[in-house]
Each structure stands twice: as structure tokens, then as C-alpha cells.
């Protein structure tokens, strides 16, 4: 009985000690770490294929393609993009790498942005006025026929953003949107937002009966939304720098900022309601976000300062959360990608600086 | 040999501390060196990456070579832009394992053949040697492998501060453990003192040595334990000290009851003999008297000697009545205030006849003394005194009767030139029947219960008899009694 009691205490500390050092011991439980010791050095081999760490994501890089001096602008089909090269917009064929003129005869002096209908069949582009270059128009081109057809004056402000293949969304500098349907008829949409006052709603999007834009709130940029049954603009998000509607409209990947801090910006994913539903990146800079045709991926351009985080061009996949890099030599800021109609191709420009030149240079990043 | 408390509580205390602080030790120093390795693997992963995106996005863009040739033809250039860029060593290897880039072709290429084929089977490896790291990773293209990076960096600084951190916990971890041994080892010297002087306490009171005070002066438990020990050994002495008394009383009982019995033993013997003898001499004379009854001179001295044997038998009983009921009862004794020389008066002259008779004189010289009692028993007292002196006096010799009042106390003597009483009697001569009496009473005619029964009564009345001497000059016995002053009443 004795020397039972007497050696109960050795076991019970050995025992804590067992469990304290199971407990606190070496976190890596990594079978795919593999230690060879040789005299004088050690080799550590960490097979990354069994972590799963890289390349085994679907999305990859087939090839980059770098086009000089052009803007990309929009993509006519899956191989056709237009771009802009010397104010003429060009339709570029990759498969060719042939280019041609979108209009033959211009009407116009000098040719700048263009979108595409989401069907392919009609463009939307802008041009100037030969009498003053400063007087913008917007010009409906359908495609097939090669028929143009003047929209009246576009303001410098606005986005053009195809509501459906037959209504194109703009602004206008009196603070009011319009949509402009393919014969050209512009019919003003009907909202209320005092707190607009001149200011231009820019990014205005829609999906569904149900608009967006940026607005104002106390000085600040804000994310708005109305409908045509409730047209008074509530305020869904606030500290919202950009914005892009997901294509069935169920999402928004917005860059938030909390003004007058130097807190990272974040890209987040918000529901239609406002609802967030996760971040997707941080960074110093953020480009606007755009999401693929199908809204199964996010593109986006990010550069953090310092050593660690994210810098380059990044696509989100939706569906699994993984963020991929693209290239790090791409970070467009300016203006958002533009993905080819079957998602297999992002179009971006960026000016890039070699010593004192600057150089527009249009990415092509075609995805396997 | 068994440890006593004072080494075990400390040595226990101390395996307790060196196990501790070398798990600690153990614990905060793995935890470094994994920290360590994560991070330098995490920034060297991130490198790698940076290093594979910046070589793949050069491959992907423009003209489409295959990858043994893009290495080949671009391996320099990049190896030295990402030698700026990572502020590393950077080598570039092809799929093959050909060395195609490297930032600082002078130096000194170690050998890294091992980690190489490793990296060309698609993983990452790195070499650590001394103080210096080589991290060799793949880099994957689109169209299969394009090549190995290797980077080159230094631990250094990490070795530096991992033995620092070592060197310390040491360090620390020694004095810690010195002091907590220190002030543990005090801690538990002082309890186990105090258990030792209870212990102490305890063995002194199995000895029969009790505590006075509670050996510890603290409050806690050791402090109430020292109390209740303290207490216990007082119920304890007490109750020993009961046990003797209780023995020592039953002792005592013994010792009267068998005194007592022996002395009873005594008493019948002495008894039935004293009664015997006159009986005897009684039953004699009357067969004489059966067989020669018409002898005149034979009836009168018959008579003569029945009377004189039955007044002595007479005398028998009735003392030793008396002395029995002064033994068993207090008698109801009726005091009064007695003028000593008044009754001395009157005995001396109610015996003097008798005194004559034996041709003997009598002195008296008295003193005016009360004193307090029966009457009868002083009368009692004085007759037996000088009824003795009477009778064991010589022929023509004298008795003086004297008394006299010294303080508080009246003493009578009186005194004989009668036969000497050997010194070894003087002990027993007030113990009834005792063998002197017996000698002396069969030649004088008493009963030997005289003196014993003067002796009792004198003590009834407050007083002693004693016998003051006895020599070839005289024999004297006094009696003496508290003086009474008539004031006090």
C-alpha cells in the first residue's frame, strides 16, 4: 500500500509532463516534410505538391500578350477586341493578329471609349465633334450592318453601362441618368437624391428593376441604390471608392476606405442588400474590380507597400474563395479589365514607364 | 536511512523546480527554433513566388519559346534583376538542372547537387550548413517546368538570438531556481521545526512530563495542533493525578482494614483469655466446694476468691463495654465546665482508703484550671491513674498528684515509685490487651483495658495521656487538656 502511495506522484508528473509536451510540442504535423541529415548541412525537402500549395488551382496563365500604344477597350467576341489606337477605335483579331477600323467612315473626330452589348451585337462608343474636340457624342454601332447611330452628347463623367442588350445606362452632367435605347432615344430614369445635387452619379449600373451608383453622403462617396417603384436613393454602403455589379446582380465587389486614415483599402463582396459577405483582398491601391461574364471570378489590380502582401493583377474565384496572381507587372489603376465574352481572356491597359518615356501598354492575359 | 521532512519537503521541491523551468526552458526555446524556421520558410516561400511570377510572366509574354530556351536565353538578365529585387543570392537553373542565371558569378558556388534534384522533382528544398541557407524551389510554367530558383541568405542573426535566448533561460532559469530553492528551503525549515518541537512536545508527554504552554505561538493549523496537544496532555495529567490519589486512598483502606482485622484477631484472643482465667479459678473453687463442702475454712476462702474473680470478671465486662462503644460511637457525652482541682480533690479523697490500705501516701498540689468536658470521664481518667499508682506502687512507697497551667493548656501529673515499665512497652501500653497488661494484670487483678480506656477518653475530651518517664525513681504519666476560660462562653 506504501508503495503504492509513494509512487503515485513520479507517475502523476510524468504523466502532465506527457501531456504538456503532446499539447505544446512541434506544430508541424506536416507528413509531406521530409529532413535528410548529411555531415555538416541538412536538406529539408517540403513537397509542394502534396500540400497542394500552387498549380493545381484552374486557373493558370496560358500566355500574356503586350500590345503598345493602344487602349483595350472592349471585347467583340471570344478573339476580337476593340481597341483604341491614335483616337481611332481598331478592331484587334488575335487569332490574326490582324487589325481593322471599327467604322469605316467616321463621323466623328477622333473615336475614344466603347462597350460592347452583352450579345455582341451592338457597340457603344463615344466620339468627338470636328468642331470642338471637347464636345463628346455617344454613337450606337450594330455591328452586323455596321449602321451608326448618334446619341446626343455624353458627358465626360459617365460611364456607359449596358443594362440589357438594348438599353445602354449614362449620365448626365445635370445629375440625372438616362437610358438610351438602340434607336437613340434617351429616357430619363426617374429618382430622387438630394444630396447629389450637381454632382454626376458615376459607375450607375442596374441589374434587374434596381440601379446604382456612387453618390454623395456628408462630402463622401457613397454606394446608393434605388428602383423605378421606390425611386428615393437609399444609401447602401458607405466609404465606397468603386464599385462593380456582379452580372445577375446578386453581388457587388466594392473597394472600401475608411477616409482621412492610412488604413489598407479592402476589396469586399457585399450582397444586394448591402449584406457583406467576405473581404477579397488588401492593398495601398485598388483597381476597380470586374467580374467575368458568367460572375464566377473577380479581376483586379492591387499593390500594398512593403515586402508581404499583395502586388499585381489577382483573379477571385467565387466559388472556391482562392485568389490567383495573374502577373505582377501588371497593375492597372486606371480603368477595369475587360473579360472576353467566354472569360478566357482579360484586356487591360496600364502606362508603363521606362525611363523618361512613358509607353500606354494594353495586357492581353489569356487563361488556360 | 530515511530522510527526515527537512530534506525531503526541499528536495522535492526542488526536482519540482528543475523540472519546471526545464520544461519552460525546453518549451520556449522549440517554440523559437520553429518560429524561426517557419518564418524564414514563409519569407523564402514568398520570394521563390515572387521569383517564379516574375520569370513565368517573362516566359508568357511575347514570343513563345520553349522553356529550356527562354532559360537559357533570359536566365542572366533575370537572375540579376531578382538578385536586386530580393536583395539575395539568386541562381537559375533550367529543367534540366543546367545552371542558366547568376546574380554574383564570382563568388563561390557551394554544392547543392542533393537539394537540385529534388527541386527538379517538383520540390521545394533547402539546405542549411553552419550559418548560411540555400533554398532551391521549382518554378512552374504553363507549359510543364520552367526552372529552379536558388536563393542564398544567412541565419546568422537567427542562430544569434536563438543562443542568446538560450544563454538567458539559462541563466534565469539557474538563479530562479537557486532563489526558489533558497526561500523554499527556509519556508519548509521553519514548518518542520515546529513539527519537530511538537513531536518533541508529544515524546515528553509520553514520558510523564506535561507542557505548561503550547510549544508554537502561530495560528494555523500547526498552532492549533500544538493547543489541542497542550490540552490533551492536561486531561491527561489530571487524570493521572486522579488515579493516584484513588490509589493511594485504596491503599491506605487496605492497610486500616488490615490493621483493623489484626487488631480485632488480637482482641478475641486477649478477650476470651482474660475472661478464662477467672472462670477458671471460679470453676475450681466450686468442685472444691463439691468435693469438701463441710470444710469451713475452705468455704470462706471459696467465697472469697469467687467474689474477687467475679468482681474482676464484672470489671471486664463492663470495661470492655465502655471501650467498645467509645470505639464504635461517639457517646452523647454531656460537657460542662469542670474546676480540675475541685474533682482532683475529690478523687484523691474517695481512693486515699485504699491508699492506706497498701501504706502508701499521697502528695497533691493543685493549681485553680477549668476546663471542658464530661465530668464522669475526667473522674473516670484520674481514678484508672491512680488506681494504677496504687496498685503496681511498693509497699510504703508514695504518690504525688500535681497540676498545672501552662498557656492555654492544664496538665496533670501523676506520679509513683512504683515498678519501672521497660522502655519497649511504652509504645504499646495504650493498646488494649496488649501482652504487658496481661502479666501485669494477672498479678495485680486489672483488666488491662484501664489505660487504653483512660487514654480514648482523655482524647474525647480534647486532651493526651502520656507516659513522661519511668525509672528506678518513679514512674510518671501525664494528662493534659485545653484550658477553658469561662469568658468564651
Request: glycine share 8%; charged share 25%.
Amino acid at each position: 500500500m506504501m508503495k503504492r502511495h509513494k509512487l503515485l506522484p513520479p507517475v502523476i508528473g510524468v504523466m502532465m509532463a506527457g501531456a504538456l509536451l503532446a499539447g505544446c510540442g512541434s506544430p508541424q504535423s506536416n507528413a509531406s516534410r521530409e529532413v535528410i541529415d548529411k555531415p555538416g548541412k541538412q536538406i529539408t525537402v517540403i513537397d509542394t505538391a502534396a500540400e497542394g500549395r500552387k498549380n493545381t488551382g484552374e486557373i493558370q496563365v496560358e500566355q500574356i500578350e503586350k500590345l503598345k500604344d493602344v487602349y483595350g477597350r472592349t471585347w467583340l467576341s471570344d478573339h476580337e477586341a476593340i481597341v483604341e489606337r491614335n483616337h481611332v477605335l481598331m478592331i484587334h483579331d488575335f487569332a490574326s493578329n490582324i487589325e481593322r477600323k471599327l467604322t469605316e467612315n467616321p463621323a466623328t473626330a477622333g473615336q475614344y471609349l466603347a462597350a460592347a452589348s452583352p450579345d455582341g451585337e451592338h457597340v457603344f462608343f463615344t466620339g468627338g465633334n470636328p468642331k470642338d474636340k471637347y464636345d463628346i457624342g455617344g454613337y450606337l454601332l450594330d455591328a452586323a450592318s455596321g449602321t451608326v447611330t448618334k446619341t446626343g452628347a455624353f458627358s465626360m463623367l459617365s460611364d456607359m453601362f449596358w443594362a440589357d442588350p438594348q438599353h445602354v445606362l449614362v449620365s448626365t452632367d445635370d445629375s440625372k441618368l438616362q437610358l438610351i435605347d438602340l434607336q437613340g432615344k434617351r429616357t430619363p430614369v426617374q429618382f430622387s437624391d438630394p444630396e447629389l445635387s450637381d454632382n454626376v452619379p458615376r459607375m450607375a449600373s442596374k441589374a434587374g428593376d434596381r440601379y446604382y451608383y456612387l453618390g454623395v453622403h456628408e462630402g463622401y462617396t457613397v454606394l446608393k441604390s434605388f428602383t423605378a417603384s421606390a425611386p428615393e436613393a437609399q444609401t447602401i454602403q458607405e466609404g465606397v471608392v468603386t464599385f462593380s455589379l456582379s452580372p445577375d446582380g446578386s453581388a457587388i465587389a466594392l473597394e472600401k476606405r475608411e477616409w482621412n486614415t492610412t488604413k489598407d483599402a479592402e476589396l469586399q463582396l457585399i450582397d444586394a442588400s448591402g449584406k457583406k459577405l467576405g473581404t477579397v483582398a488588401k492593398g495601398t491601391l485598388l483597381g476597380r474590380p470586374s467580374w467575368s461574364p458568367d460572375g464566377s471570378k473577380i479581376a483586379f489590380s492591387v499593390y500594398t507597400e512593403g515586402e508581404q502582401g499583395m502586388k499585381g493583377m489577382y483573379v477571385f474565384d467565387k466559388a472556391s474563395g482562392k485568389t490567383t496572381p495573374l502577373s505582377t507587372e501588371i497593375q492597372a489603376y486606371d480603368s477595369p479589365a475587360v473579360w472576353s465574352p467566354d472569360g478566357k481572356s482579360l484586356m487591360v491597359y496600364q502606362t508603363v514607364y521606362e525611363g523618361e518615356n512613358s509607353n500606354n501598354v494594353t495586357y492581353v492575359v489569356h487563361l488556360k | 536511512m530515511s530522510l527526515g521532512l527537512k530534506w525531503k519537503f526541499p528536495l522535492f521541491l526542488a526536482v519540482l523546480l528543475v523540472f519546471t523551468t526545464s520544461v519552460l526552458s525546453w518549451l520556449v526555446l522549440s517554440g523559437i527554433k520553429t518560429n524561426q524556421r517557419e518564418q524564414m520558410e514563409e519569407s523564402l516561400q514568398r520570394q521563390a513566388d515572387v521569383a517564379e511570377m516574375r520569370v513565368k510572366q517573362d516566359y508568357l509574354t511575347g514570343e513563345r519559346l520553349k522553356p529550356v530556351d527562354f532559360m537559357g536565353k533570359q536566365g542572366q538578365e533575370l537572375s540579376v534583376d531578382l538578385g536586386i529585387s530580393t536583395n539575395m543570392r539568386v541562381i537559375l537553373y533550367d529543367a534540366k538542372g543546367q545552371e542558366v542565371g547568376n546574380s554574383l558569378p564570382l563568388a563561390e558556388k557551394p554544392d547543392v547537387g542533393d537539394a537540385l534534384s529534388y527541386a527538379l522533382k517538383g520540390k521545394i528544398a533547402y539546405i542549411t550548413e553552419a550559418d548560411s541557407l540555400i533554398y532551391l524551389a521549382p518554378m512552374q510554367g504553363p507549359d510543364g517546368m520552367l526552372g529552379v530558383v536558388q536563393l542564398h541568405t544567412s541565419l546568422k542573426s537567427q542562430h544569434e538570438f536563438y543562443n542568446r535566448m538560450a544563454y538567458r533561460l539559462v541563466w534565469t532559469g539557474g538563479i530562479v531556481l537557486l532563489l526558489s530553492f533558497i526561500l523554499g528551503f527556509i519556508y519548509v525549515y521553519r514548518q518542520v521545526r515546529d513539527i519537530v518541537k511538537l513531536k518533541a512536545e508529544a515524546d515528553r508527554i509520553s514520558r510523564g512530563e506535561y507542557p505548561e504552554r503550547s510549544p508554537l505561538r502561530r495560528k494555523d493549523e500547526l498552532g492549533q495542533l500544538g493547543t489541542g496537544i497542550l490540552h490533551m496532555s492536561r486531561d491527561i495529567k489530571g487524570h493521572m493525578a486522579a488515579l493516584q490519589e484513588e490509589k493511594h486512598h485504596l491503599q491506605l483502606a487496605v492497610e486500616k482494614l488490615q490493621a483493623l482485622e489484626q487488631q480485632q484477631k488480637q482482641f478475641i484472643n486477649n478477650v476470651s483469655h482474660e475472661f478464662k482465667t477467672p472462670l477458671t479459678s471460679i470453676q475450681a473453687y466450686t468442685d472444691l466446694l463439691g468435693m469438701y463442702g463441710d470444710d469451713p475454712q475452705l468455704i470462706e476462702e471459696a467465697r472469697s476468691a469467687i467474689a474477687k474473680e467475679s468482681e474482676r470478671l464484672y470489671q471486664l465486662v463492663e470495661d470492655v463495654l465502655r471501650l467498645s462503644l467509645l470505639e464504635k460511637y461517639d457517646f452523647e457525652s454531656q460537657a460542662e465546665e469542670v474546676e480540675l482541682a475541685d474533682l482532683l480533690q475529690d478523687v484523691v479523697s474517695r481512693i486515699s482508703a485504699k491508699a492506706t490500705k497498701y501504706d502508701l501516701t499521697i502528695q497533691t498540689d493543685f493549681v485553680p484550671a477549668r476546663v471542658w468536658g464530661d465530668r464522669d470521664h475526667f473522674i473516670h481518667i484520674f481514678m484508672n491513674l491512680l488506681d494504677n499508682a496504687i496498685k503496681y506502687n511498693q509497699p510504703g512507697g508514695r504518690i504525688v498528684i500535681q497540676s498545672r497551667v501552662s498557656g492555654d493548656e492544664v496538665s496533670v501529673s501523676v506520679r509513683n515509685t512504683g515498678r519501672i515499665i521497660p522502655r519497649e512497652w511504652w509504645a504499646h501500653l495504650f493498646e488494649p490487651f496488649s501482652t504487658l497488661h496481661q502479666d501485669r494484670a494477672r498479678s495485680t487483678g486489672g483488666t488491662g483495658l484501664g489505660l487504653p480506656l483512660a487514654s480514648q477518653l482523655a482524647e474525647k475530651q480534647g486532651g493526651r495521656l502520656e507516659l513522661v518517664r519511668s525509672d528506678a525513681e518513679e514512674t510518671e504519666f501525664t494528662v493534659s487538656f485545653p484550658r477553658h476560660s469561662s469568658r468564651e462562653n
